[in-house]
Structures are given as C-alpha cells and as structure tokens.
C-alpha cells in the first residue's frame, strides 16, 4: 500500500489544520492506520492510531483533546485534524498503516511526511 500525506502548512499558534493520507494500492479497510511526527533534531513519536472500521482511538498524551483522527475507507483516506496548535506541534507528519486491527506494534507502511510549522 502507498500512502501519500498532506495538508501541513505554516499556521499560527491557536490555529487548525486537517491533515490527509490517502492511499493507493490496495483498500486500507484491512489496516490499523497512525500518524506519527518528528521533530526537528527529535526521534519520531506516536501521534494517534484508528483501528480499521474506526471504532478505536489511541492518542499521545501531548495531543489528547486537541488532535482527532479518524478515516474514511470509502474514500481509502485517513485524517488527522489538529487544533489548538501550539509551536512544540512543529514537525514533519507521518502517516502510516499496519495489516490488522492492532493499534500498537510495528507500522510496515510509510508516507512521505508532510511539513506542519507553527509560528508563535
């Protein structure tokens, strides 16, 4: 499955973006999806998780109640919509997919990234 993330973009602190994933390839009904950032100068971190038909959510700590993911497999996308953005959100976004229903564990699929900078 190829993944293609977007919608990052230079906003305010306070401000929202919506990021996509959309994927190609095969249907994503059958993967765990995540987004995952990093950080200038920083390791790659657990953003949020949706298990297949979207029934479950796992969120970091650091994004719970401002960050929601969800998808739609009729149109193979998942989203990440972000609000109340704060400047330590700056980070390259990553989506990424897993076979199964499992919302931990190791991802096998990875879009390019998109680019969210927050200005303060």
């Known amino acids: 499955v190829q993944l293609q993330a977007s919608g990052g973009g230079l906003v305010q602190a306070g401000g929202s973006l919506r990021l996509s994933c959309a994927a190609s390839g095969r249907t994503l009904s059958g993967y765990a999806m995540g987004w995952f950032r990093q950080a200038p100068g920083k390791e790659r971190e657990f953003v949020a998780a949706i298990s297949r038909n979207g029934g479950s959510t796992a969120y970091a700590d650091t994004v719970k109640g401002r960050f929601t993911i969800s998808r739609d497999n009729t149109k193979n996308t998942v989203y990440l919509q972000i609000n109340s953005l704060k400047p330590e959100d700056t980070a390259v976004y990553y989506c990424?997919?897993?076979?199964?229903?499992?919302?931990?564990?190791?991802?096998?699929?990875w879009g390019q990234g998109t680019l969210v900078t927050v200005s303060s």
């Open positions: 990424a997919a897993r076979y199964g229903n499992t919302l931990t564990g190791q991802y096998g699929y």
